[in-house]
């Protein structure tokens, strides 16, 4: 006669794999961000630099992916639309997977409700309109709409600027 199935062997291997599955963090809820494509700016020199930030993605990715030790830091700068207008937000990046770029909020969205520091979105490139890699010392890779904000002030603004940030703009 035929032995009887033993489940322990096959008990335990359910429990191995899912085990090494992939889990999603529980305190932190994940969202995918709504759709929106770069709106045409009135700001020209705006939309230059957001322009130059999207031809330029593909430098981030390949840095974040095989990241130098020098970087302290990276983050993709989103843009979320919605009824009351648009609003641009630093991210932090967490990974990449085809072309979805999955992010962690920094700061709260005020157009939406529930986009709040530690949400985890998953974004497209076309919503995303900056990108940065910091350097250790200081210096700025990318940044392009940073570059046109810190363009735009004033000296004694500038100066300010660079000693609280310790950014260096090459």
Not at 83 to 112: A, C, H, K, Q, S
Not at 124 to 132: F, G, H, L, T
Not at 143 to 151: D, I
Request: glycine share 6%.
């Amino acid at each position: 006669m035929y032995k009887p199935l033993q489940w322990k062997p096959f008990i335990v291997l359910v429990l191995l794999l899912a085990s090494c599955s992939p889990a999603e963090p529980t305190s932190v809820p994940r969202f995918t961000a709504p759709q929106t494509q770069i709106p045409t700016l009135t700001d020209e020199e705006l939309a230059e630099a957001v322009r130059e930030a999207q031809e330029t993605l593909h430098i981030w990715r390949q840095e974040f992916l095989a990241p130098k030790q020098s970087y302290s830091m990276t983050s993709l700068k989103v843009r979320f639309a919605g009824e009351g207008g648009v609003e641009d937000m630093w991210t932090e990046p967490m990974f990449i997977l085809d072309n979805v770029y999955t992010v962690r909020m920094v700061e709260g969205v005020t157009l939406e409700k529930g986009i709040h520091p530690g949400r985890l979105l998953d974004v497209k490139p076309q919503d995303i309109v900056d990108w940065m890699l910091l350097e250790e010392d200081g210096t700025v890779i990318g940044g392009y709409t940073l570059r046109l904000e810190y363009e735009r002030m004033t000296p004694e603004q500038q100066k300010r600027y660079l000693e609280i940030t310790g950014y260096k703009f090459e």
